[in-house]
């Protein structure tokens, strides 16, 4: 790195600092005693950035930054951006960008399928030829700058993907042959070569990457050996890869969702994670933020997991399966165990925006995760993914980090799937004038009787209001909405009905909009 370029880094980073409480809109002394005590984590960033590095992602006491400033500030380029996510990461689950199967075209191709257990036929092929992990990168790096417009920050990719169907592969030993690590931990060039465009990619866009090393349903593909040794090789490699680059917009999760039941190698298990985390961070010698993500029960106090969690940079938590009510609480029972000294950030959650704003009310960063159907249309994670925002599901996401982030919505797409379910409203005609209060009901009717409706969520100018699990699905939850509330003028009511398409994960939407008039 040249003097000029370090002289120019820790100028920025000392103006910075003497504007710190503007730049972060935060007045408090507490605040501003963090930012100092930082500074020097901060110089010592400085030498170790190279100068091909443009998006360096960095920890600040709580919060998130990029180059050197809170993330979702106006100081970072995101002038209209609710306070309520600043120092986060908005992210997308997309661990299927560097998607392989070793065992293809042998398996998993129409001629050859994988059989689910439930016995549907499992193809990664693409509609118009077979699968390509050369195609999958491509589409995934063109759909970035899209994603990246809409306000998004960071997405997740994992050298071993995550589950390629909805859950249907089970938890342990899943068929299909995705893993960046050989049997005995080294590093695959090809998945290294994919992983290093990706992190490339991001950089020049301004985003970060959570790059997972270890999906629970592909880490049987390392060999179990004594003391854990080519668990610790794929660590040891992955981390070398990392710090080699001379990108620095990445965080590290070293293995997703540790649980006594989801890992055999003993270094991913609770009582081990700690091990792997300090050998992470001593390898990548502290240059990159590492941890580990888990779900369910938190840790008890003195247990060596408890331990990991302690010493982890980041703290990466899942929310699957939670109503935004349960979010709250485990935000909150995170940080009671945890503490609120280090970011706290969701990479797993589900497609439900309820939840997202949950999460950022809590000021933390939540993870859009959308299975898909493995249909090169619906959801991120099913092969073959069709990553461009092309569903109303998708879009629902993305218009609401438009409207968190200040930044451009994305246009709505042009979903033609026969089976989503039809919305009809009763109550509210399109351009109706209402005054006092008023029942408004959406009638929801579904193409199969196999797939239930999972929930309706109702918007009002664009943000959420409500949201009903059950029917009947009703404004508000209650019988009389008091249109009062709102201003005088025109609105619109933007109808979200989400279907059931799988046994876990699985769900598609649709989406209807009406605009009304209040009077006074």
Known sequence: MTLTICVKFLRTALIFFVKGAAAVRSATE???SIYRSALPLILISASIIDAHSQTVVGIIGSQFTINGHPTYTASSGFPFADPSIEGSLLNVRAVQGIFDDAHYPTSGSRQYPYRSRMGDQIVFDYPDGPFSASRNLNEFLA???????????????NLQGGGPTDGNFGVHDQPHWNSGFDSHGNLKPAYAGRLRQVIERADQLGMVVIVGFFYQGSAHWVDMAPDDGYAREAIRQASLFLKGLANRNILIEI????DPSTYEHPILQPDGII???????????????VSFSFYGSLPDPGSREFLALKNVDYILIHTNNRDPEGVHEYIHDTRTSAGNDRPLLINEDGASVFNLIAATDEHVGWGYYDQGLNNYRDGFQSPPVNWRINTNAKWVFFDQVARLT????????IDNDATLPRIHIKGLKQGQAIRGPFTIEAKITSSSQHWPIKRVEFFIDRKP???????PYILDTQELWHSHRMPAGEHILRIAAYSRRGPAFAETCSLLEVRFVVRK
Do not use: K
């Open 275 to 289: 091990d792997a985390v300090r050998f992470a961070q001593e390898t990548v010698q502290h240059q990159i933020p």
């Open 143 to 157: 759909a970035l700058p899209d994603w990246r417009r809409a306000g998004t920050l960071a997405f997740n990719v």
């Open 465 to 471: 209001y409500s949201y009903s699990l059950n029917e």
């Open 30 to 32: 507490r605040r501003r």
């Open 406 to 413: 200040g930044s451009t919505s994305p246009p709505l797409p």
């Open 255 to 258: 293995a997703n969702e540790v």
